[in-house]
């Protein structure tokens, strides 16, 4: 699992992740209460046109995936490795239509061996083995089938459709969805529904929401300035983990409902150091992104508004956090709705050396974010801690707490060429943890191969050992 990044962080809003567990190959991010936004995304590629990219232009014929969950019968079925090849259906230019095909390569083998084992000691021929293998391959089971359209309806406008089925046992339904996507000069304005929509929660849990729909007007994410953001987010039926028939209790944010939100943000920047060696004219850059060293710091602040109709309107406290202090709330039971506001803010520093232009080692990059996602927590805890100092008195491990922010770090070393190496880590902080009050958590292994004809592209393969995902992936535009 790997969240999308684009334009060099210029959004703080969660943004779509990558996950291969359904065709469709994203996830929505379930934020941290009162924060239920997750339809800001950048301009990417539907997964139906990543893999026809492959094909066509990097002669790979068979896209691999991996993912950890498996069946609930127990045997065997769903997740596993898999292979993905698409067939695009010639129409017009403005028109582009597709039948996305996987085949579930882990559980072809597994069955074939327990064939093996079910026949072990009588004789066999290597007809007889061949018939069986065929007869295997002609299992439904195996299959997954995934059509798109997608509709070039003005140069402004793009309308998509998808409907995926699943005859294997990991999706007993089928899931579709539909986006209208219109491009102001200032602004995106996305229409969506899903059903069902899948989301992802902070402990990296699928959920999937029968119904879910949302329209979204947001300012184009810039690199400095003012931004902000209105979305209006409906919720139909009761959300249930993806894949299991166990009854838990879904994060506030999925449950049916009706909510608006308003958001706003102003982010600077100011660079440290910017090399000024000039660039080698016989080399052009392998991204045009990182072409250039420099030292960098930014940093975000915003405010969130959200008015919440239904059951979806009732926020539990933060975890470890007894005084409430996530965010300003307000629920009227009596007509089943709430209001919510907080503020936000995120500091990042980056750190690059080298071009990207030489073929060894001319490429390295660091990255450090941290995030404050609940304004009034910290705020909360800074007053506490500042008032226990002056004082003379020492302050709680809850204070501090209160003022620790979310940690990101992120390291790219060019290997050869276009090839580079990349990893990324969360860290989180437990105080109340005194044997190991920092861990390390949702690292992401990747190597990228950066596509010097488009300017600022590159494929993704990437691998989260929490999650167990593997993925192959198009990315434009990130950093």
């Not at 793009?158 to 089925?165: E, G, Q």
């Not at 009227?332 to 980056?350: E, I, Q």
């Not at 993704?460 to 535009?477: C, G, I, N």
Request: glycine fraction near 8%; aromatic fraction near 10%.
């Amino acid at each position: 699992m790997n969240r999308l990044r684009w334009v060099a962080e210029g959004d703080i809003w969660d943004l779509d992740m990558s996950t291969p567990v359904t065709l469709e190959a994203t996830a929505r991010a379930v934020s941290d209460d009162p924060l239920p936004l997750g339809l800001s995304r950048g301009t990417h590629l539907s997964r139906s046109k990543q893999v026809e990219f492959f094909h066509r232009f990097m002669a790979t014929p068979l896209i691999p995936s991996f993912s950890s969950i498996r069946s609930n019968t127990g045997d065997g079925g769903g997740g596993g490795f898999s292979l993905q090849r698409v067939l695009t259906l010639p129409f017009s230019n403005n028109w582009f239509v597709s039948l996305l095909g996987q085949f579930d390569v882990q559980r072809f083998v597994s069955e074939i061996k327990k064939n093996e084992a079910f026949g072990r000691g009588s004789s066999s021929t290597a007809a007889s083995r061949l018939n069986a293998i065929g007869k295997h391959l002609k299992d439904k089971s195996l299959y997954a089938l995934g059509f798109c359209s997608e509709l070039l309806l003005t140069p402004d406008d793009t309308l998509l459709l998808s409907y995926d089925t699943y005859k294997g046992d990991l999706q007993k339904n089928p899931r579709a969805k539909a986006i209208f996507n219109h491009k102001f000069p200032l602004h995106n304005l996305t229409a969506e529904a899903f059903w069902p929509g899948l989301f992802v929660d902070k402990h990296g849990d699928y959920w999937d929401v029968p119904l879910s729909m949302a329209i979204d007007l947001a300012s184009l994410p810039a690199e400095s300035g003012l931004s902000y953001h209105l979305c209006l987010h409906h919720n139909s039926g009761s959300p249930k983990k993806f894949n299991s028939d166990t009854m838990e209790v879904p994060p506030p944010s999925l449950l049916p409902g009706l909510s608006l939100i308003s958001a706003v943000s102003y982010r600077t920047n100011m660079d440290l150091w910017r090399g000024t060696t000039p660039k080698l004219e016989t080399y052009k850059p392998f991204d045009i992104f990182l072409s250039s060293p420099h030292v960098a710091v930014s940093g975000i602040i915003g405010s969130v508004l959200t008015a919440a109709f239904g059951e979806n309107s009732i926020r539990s406290k933060f975890e470890n956090d007894s005084e409430g202090v996530g965010g300003f709330s307000l629920h009227v039971p009596s007509v089943n709705s709430g209001f919510m506001a907080d503020a936000l803010g995120r500091a990042s520093l980056t750190a690059q050396y080298g071009n990207f232009q030489k073929p060894l080692f001319d490429l390295t990059r660091f990255h450090a974010r941290l995030d404050f996602p609940h304004g009034l927590r910290f705020l909360t805890g800074a007053t506490s801690v500042a008032q226990d100092l002056l004082n003379s008195r020492q302050p709680s491990l809850e204070a501090f707490q209160k003022i620790c922010p979310e940690v990101l770090v992120s390291l790219q070393q060019q290997i050869v060429g276009p090839f580079s190496f990349k990893v990324e880590s969360g860290i989180q902080i437990d105080l109340k943890n005194g044997l190991n009050p920092v861990t390390i958590d949702k690292t992401v292994f990747a190597i990228e191969y950066a596509l010097q004809v488009l300017a600022s592209a590159k494929a993704v393969a990437w691998y989260s050992p929490q999650q167990k995902e593997f993925m192959v992936e198009l990315r434009f535009f990130e950093t």
